[in-house]
């Protein structure tokens, strides 16, 4: 009887299953379409931008604590050396007196460290949360400070007429902007010639587009979530219970914008744009990328020739 039964049911389960297949095929085609069109280079989904914006504005407004976040001890006591010895790998010396300006401040961790090694700040973000932010971890140290509150595709407009900084940082910022092609160009002019860039960027070898897809489709499904409570259950579940690292998942899982990127496009970015000496400071498939703005003084040379660290700094939080 059961083998008469599936002879039946077998035509039935077939076309079943080709229906689901087909339904998921359709679905999975409709994320990707969206998906690239939120990432567009040039100009994201306006309502992705302003939503990403957002995440970020909560997030410094209320989830500032975190791993390498100025209220891990560790990370604070440690910054001006993580920035100098492993980032940048640029001797402490050169950054007395240097003009820094820190494309995209977040809540200050960056302007903290730079700041310690004697750097004057220049803060900027979108966000006047993360400003207030960073002016509140800055308020102690004695060096010259500005605070902006700009999208960086706007930088120039909102920096004093010709000027130019000694460096250029921006750390996991270019990723979220609603134009890279435009925001990249702002922060690459306001360099002087023989300062640095160095940026931080999502690599696309850490994920192809598939896994990408799939991170994607976990974003659409956190923000559709209906109160924080949900999406802090969410965040927990996916950090395998340890709410130390609700703040780094909240920056995963929140902008639905955040672009990934190949070395070779951002070295032939920068080169196109009269940088040389391009490099990857840190041996990971994230980016980080350190380049020189036109001609540097030969005598300057040993203090970019550092070795980069055998451990990222970050492997203490990988453990």
């Not at 930088?155 to 750390?171: F, M, N, R, T």
């Not at 927990?236 to 639905?256: C, R, T, W, Y």
Request: with cysteine; charged share 25%; aromatic share 12%.
């Amino acid at each position: 009887m059961k083998k008469i039964l599936r002879q039946l049911l077998s035509p039935i389960l077939k076309s079943y299953d080709l229906r689901i297949e087909r339904n998921k095929q359709d679905i999975d085609s409709l994320y990707k379409l969206l998906y690239n069109q939120i990432h567009d280079m040039d100009n994201a989904m306006p309502i992705a931008a302003a939503q990403t914006v957002g995440a970020f504005s909560f997030q410094w407004s209320n989830l500032r604590e975190g791993e390498a976040m100025l209220s891990d001890k560790w990370f604070k006591e440690n910054v001006a050396d993580i920035i100098a010895d492993h980032e940048l790998l640029l001797n402490k010396e050169w950054f007395k007196g240097k003009d820094v300006i820190d494309c995209g401040c977040g809540g200050g961790r960056w302007s903290y460290g730079l700041a310690k090694l004697g750097a004057n700040i220049t803060a900027v973000d979108v966000n006047q949360s993360a400003i207030t932010a960073t002016k509140d971890e800055l308020k102690n140290i004695n060096v010259r400070k500005e605070f902006i509150v700009t999208p960086l595709e706007d930088l120039s407009s909102h920096l004093p007429a010709g000027k130019k900084y000694d460096l250029a940082w921006s750390w996991g910022v270019l990723p979220f902007v609603s134009s890279f092609t435009r925001s990249f160009q702002q922060v690459m002019d306001c360099v002087k010639d023989g300062g640095f860039i160095y940026v931080n960027l999502y690599g696309r070898e850490t994920l192809n587009y598939e896994q990408d897809i799939d991170l994607f489709k976990n974003r659409v499904r956190y923000n559709t979530l209906p109160s924080w409570e949900e999406k802090e259950k969410f965040l927990i579940e996916k950090a395998g219970g340890n709410k130390e690292k609700v703040h780094q998942n909240h920056d995963m899982f929140s902008p639905l914008l955040n672009r990934r990127f190949e070395y070779s496009f951002i070295k032939k970015t920068l080169e196109d744009n009269g940088f040389t000496d391009v490099v990857r400071t840190v041996n990971n498939t994230e980016l980080y990328v350190r380049a020189v703005k036109k001609a540097i003084n030969p005598a300057d040379k040993p203090m970019i020739g550092y070795t980069p660290q055998k451990e990222w700094w970050f492997a203490k939080y990988q453990k």
